[in-house]
């Protein structure tokens, strides 16, 4: 288990969020490996969110009404009402309800159609009641001793129905509100469980319940039952009272209805927000890209008065790297044509050219604009467009692609590997290439992941530069260049694959265009990360590296700008380059709705350590 990564975790990306964690110290260190170990390698989870503490009001409220319930259940000496409050389940209570609704049938001899706070099924000829819903009450108010005294209050509530035939029909209708409503909101309620103002409600419909049960139970006709809760209540229109407590429930009921609809419609306003949200860096990368190209021509106006600034433009030198490393030999002059350029570097493709009537060259840059387009149709779902469109909304994206000074970018995406050949990026690249085309400005674009099958063309490092200066010759097509190596000599290295010859040309090409912006785009560098492949890979992306650097510092108006996307971990140590590195899920959580989530893995983290 590689335990680096646990440094570069709190320095980098919970460092960001707790300041303690950036710098930590050796104990501290120490203790989160010793973590990191014990979870395999895995992130501590957050603790899961509080629940929403009872007002004071509730509170004083329940109490009131458990201690009054309580005494008059000891001073009525009713056995009956004190065995149904004491059975605080929801099974007891549906069991009460159903004989309650039972007796009202069979006094009223037919079925009566009554909305009621009871789900109800058919089973072959007889109609059972299910779960409660009132009991979605529940999912907003504190469990425990509130759970108990709602189930117990109705169980007493419809015990009282079963009883008292008189006023059975005034006690089930009493709590008639409750039934449709509670069927439309308990589904959704969880959804809402941490809304204040849903909390508010739901205390005020718990209280406004049990308000309904104290007083339909006062129709219990003990007389010692009667004075009890003459006592309790202290007023004489018993009757009134509980038309009041209906009248208040049902209010209650429609505050509580109303604000779950508002959480509904919060809920589809947070959706669309979250919708347009996430299209707009879809849209914003079309936007960025086309707008850039709209920009450019004055942007070029800069570059050429950068260049005419400089008296003696300094040509590029030829570049060397860990396996570039001769230089070429100093001779009289001589030219060489672009054709004869371009014909060398095809060379593979001489065998397919006859049959196409085309010469080499030709072919081999039809097949890489082929490859454009693919890239560009390869349609990445929408989670990883939307990633993509974040990623070109980041500042150092922007700054990369805008700026007048030449860049090198590696742009690293996690799904890669797992996607095939093309990848999100792939699109993104595909798009740059056939969006951003106006004079002066030149793409060159290369997708290792479809050169990499048995028998393909341009694979490896090698062909990659061969393919991008193929490109970048087809865009001068008449024009000649200075050498001074000889054109037989240089033709037979082009075309045996001379990555050393193939580079020179390239920087040669390079040196004599005017100002400008030229853009290489080299997609999938990881499919080139084999041993067979790796050193080779290695000296090309050295070589563009130090031509971007070269032409920073010469400032003459020509801008080099090379973006690799995709390379695998041990390819991007291997290259040893100081430059940005850009990750397209970080961008995400940087600029989205999960960047709290990123803070809160950084918390958890922190309380795991003790801080």
């Given at each position: 288990?590689?335990?680096?990564s646990?440094?570069?975790?709190?320095s980098?990306?919970?460092?960001?969020?707790?300041?303690?964690?950036?710098?930590?110290?050796?104990d501290?260190?120490q203790?989160?490996?010793?973590?990191?170990?014990?979870?395999?390698?895995?992130?501590?989870?957050?603790?899961?969110?509080?629940?929403?503490?009872?007002?004071?009001?509730?509170?004083?409220?329940?109490?009131?009404?458990?201690?009054?319930?309580?005494?008059?259940?000891?001073?009525?000496?009713?056995?009956?009402?004190?065995?149904?409050?004491?059975?605080?389940?929801?099974?007891?209570?549906?069991?009460?309800?159903?004989?309650?609704?039972?007796?009202?049938?069979?006094?009223?001899?037919?079925?009566?159609?009554?909305?009621?706070?009871?789900?109800?099924?058919?089973?072959?000829?007889?109609?059972?009641?299910?779960?409660?819903?009132?009991?979605?009450?529940?999912?907003?108010v504190?469990?425990?001793?509130?759970?108990?005294?709602?189930?117990?209050?109705?169980?007493?509530?419809?015990?009282?129905?079963?009883?008292?035939?008189?006023?059975?029909?005034?006690?089930?209708?009493?709590?008639d509100?409750?039934?449709?409503?509670?069927?439309?909101?308990?589904?959704?309620?969880?959804?809402?469980?941490?809304?204040?103002?849903?909390?508010?409600?739901?205390?005020e419909?718990?209280?406004?319940?049990?308000?309904?049960?104290?007083h339909?139970?006062?129709?219990?006709?003990?007389?010692?039952?009667?004075?009890?809760?003459?006592?309790?209540?202290?007023?004489?229109?018993?009757?009134?009272?509980?038309?009041?407590a209906?009248?208040?429930?049902?209010?209650?009921?429609?505050?509580?209805?109303?604000?779950?609809?508002?959480?509904?419609?919060?809920?589809?306003?947070?959706?669309?927000?979250?919708?347009?949200?996430m299209?707009?860096?879809?849209?914003?990368t079309?936007?960025?890209?086309?707008?850039?190209t709209?920009?450019?021509?004055?942007?070029?106006?800069?570059?050429?008065?950068?260049?005419?600034?400089?008296?003696?433009?300094?040509?590029?030198?030829?570049?060397?790297?860990?396996?570039?490393?001769?230089?070429?030999?100093?001779?009289?002059?001589?030219?060489?044509?672009?054709?004869?350029?371009?014909?060398?570097?095809?060379?593979?493709?001489?065998?397919?050219?006859?049959?196409?009537?085309?010469?080499?060259a030709?072919?081999?840059?039809?097949?890489?604009?082929?490859?454009?387009?693919?890239?560009?149709?390869h349609?990445?779902?929408?989670?990883?467009?939307?990633?993509?469109?974040?990623?070109?909304?980041?500042?150092?994206?922007?700054?990369?692609?805008?700026?007048?000074?030449?860049?090198?970018?590696?742009?690293?995406?996690?799904?890669?590997?797992?996607?095939?050949?093309?990848?999100?990026?792939?699109?993104?690249?595909?798009?740059?290439?056939?969006?951003?085309?106006?004079?002066?400005m030149?793409?060159?674009?290369?997708?290792?992941?479809?050169?990499?099958?048995a028998?393909?063309?341009?694979?490896g490092?090698?062909?990659?530069?061969?393919?991008?200066?193929?490109?970048?010759?087809?865009?001068?097509?008449?024009?000649?260049?200075?050498?001074?190596?000889?054109?037989?000599?240089?033709?037979?290295?082009?075309?045996?694959?001379?990555?050393?010859?193939?580079?020179f040309?390239?920087?040669?090409?390079?040196?004599?265009?005017?100002?400008?912006?030229?853009?290489?785009?080299?997609?999938?560098?990881?499919?080139?990360?084999?041993?067979?492949?790796?050193?080779?890979?290695?000296?090309?992306?050295?070589?563009?590296?130090?031509?971007?650097?070269?032409?920073?510092?010469?400032?003459?108006?020509?801008?080099?700008?090379?973006?690799?996307?995709?390379?695998?971990?041990?390819?991007r140590?291997?290259?040893?380059?100081v430059?940005?590195?850009?990750?397209m899920e970080?961008?995400?959580?940087?600029?989205?709705?999960?960047?709290?989530?990123?803070?809160?893995?950084?918390?958890?983290?922190?309380?795991?350590?003790?801080?």
């Amino acid at each position: 288990m590689d335990l680096n990564s646990v440094h570069n975790f709190l320095s980098n990306e919970a460092g960001k969020h707790m300041p303690e964690l950036a710098n930590p110290g050796a104990d501290l260190l120490q203790q989160a490996k010793q973590l990191y170990m014990a979870y395999d390698g895995r992130l501590p989870s957050p603790p899961l969110p509080e629940p929403l503490r009872p007002s004071k009001q509730l509170e004083a409220f329940t109490q009131e009404f458990s201690v009054g319930i309580n005494d008059f259940l000891l001073r009525s000496q009713d056995g009956e009402a004190a065995q149904a409050f004491a059975g605080s389940s929801w099974d007891k209570l549906q069991t009460e309800a159903n004989k309650a609704w039972a007796a009202y049938n069979n006094h009223q001899k037919r079925k009566r159609n009554w909305r009621r706070p009871f789900e109800v099924l058919d089973h072959a000829a007889e109609k059972v009641m299910t779960s409660c819903c009132i009991e979605f009450l529940l999912e907003l108010v504190p469990n425990g001793e509130y759970s108990s005294l709602l189930s117990g209050g109705l169980t007493l509530a419809y015990n009282t129905a079963l009883r008292k035939e008189k006023f059975r029909e005034g006690i089930l209708e009493l709590f008639d509100s409750l039934s449709e409503r509670a069927k439309q909101t308990k589904a959704n309620i969880k959804l809402y469980s941490r809304d204040p103002d849903l909390h508010a409600k739901s205390e005020e419909l718990y209280m406004a319940v049990l308000d309904c049960v104290r007083h339909s139970t006062t129709w219990l006709d003990s007389p010692s039952a009667f004075e009890s809760f003459k006592a309790f209540f202290q007023q004489s229109r018993y009757g009134a009272r509980l038309e009041d407590a209906k009248a208040n429930l049902d209010k209650k009921v429609k505050e509580f209805e109303d604000t779950v609809n508002m959480c509904f419609r919060q809920q589809v306003h947070d959706i669309h927000s979250n919708v347009e949200w996430m299209k707009a860096p879809v849209l914003a990368t079309f936007s960025l890209l086309a707008g850039f190209t709209k920009d450019f021509p004055a942007l070029l106006a800069t570059q050429l008065l950068q260049q005419a600034q400089q008296s003696q433009p300094p040509m590029i030198t030829f570049m060397q790297t860990p396996m570039i490393t001769r230089q070429p030999p100093q001779t009289m002059p001589v030219t060489i044509s672009s054709w004869q350029l371009r014909q060398c570097l095809a060379m593979e493709y001489t065998s397919v050219a006859p049959g196409t009537g085309q010469d080499a060259a030709t072919v081999a840059l039809s097949e890489l604009d082929t490859n454009i387009t693919t890239a560009m149709h390869h349609i990445p779902p929408p989670l990883q467009r939307e990633n993509m469109g974040f990623l070109t909304l980041s500042p150092q994206f922007v700054m990369w692609l805008r700026s007048i000074d030449s860049a090198f970018l590696v742009v690293h995406e996690s799904e890669a590997p797992q996607q095939g050949v093309l990848s999100t990026l792939s699109h993104l690249c595909g798009l740059m290439a056939r969006t951003m085309r106006t004079p002066g400005m030149w793409m060159l674009a290369f997708f290792c992941g479809l050169h990499t099958a048995a028998g393909a063309t341009l694979q490896g490092g090698k062909g990659l530069m061969r393919a991008i200066t193929l490109q970048l010759l087809s865009t001068i097509p008449d024009a000649t260049f200075p050498t001074s190596i000889d054109p037989s000599i240089m033709a037979q290295q082009l075309g045996a694959g001379d990555l050393e010859m193939i580079c020179f040309v390239f920087a040669t090409v390079l040196g004599q265009l005017p100002a400008g912006m030229v853009f290489v785009l080299i997609d999938g560098a990881h499919w080139n990360s084999t041993e067979a492949r790796s050193v080779e890979m290695r000296a090309v992306v050295r070589f563009l590296y130090k031509m971007v650097e070269q032409l920073r510092i010469a400032k003459r108006g020509l801008v080099l700008k090379v973006m690799v996307t995709n390379p695998s971990a041990r390819q991007r140590f291997a290259w040893d380059l100081v430059g940005e590195d850009l990750y397209m899920e970080r961008q995400v959580l940087a600029g989205g709705h999960r960047g709290v989530e990123e803070q809160v893995i950084a918390g958890a983290v922190a309380g795991s350590l003790g801080l």
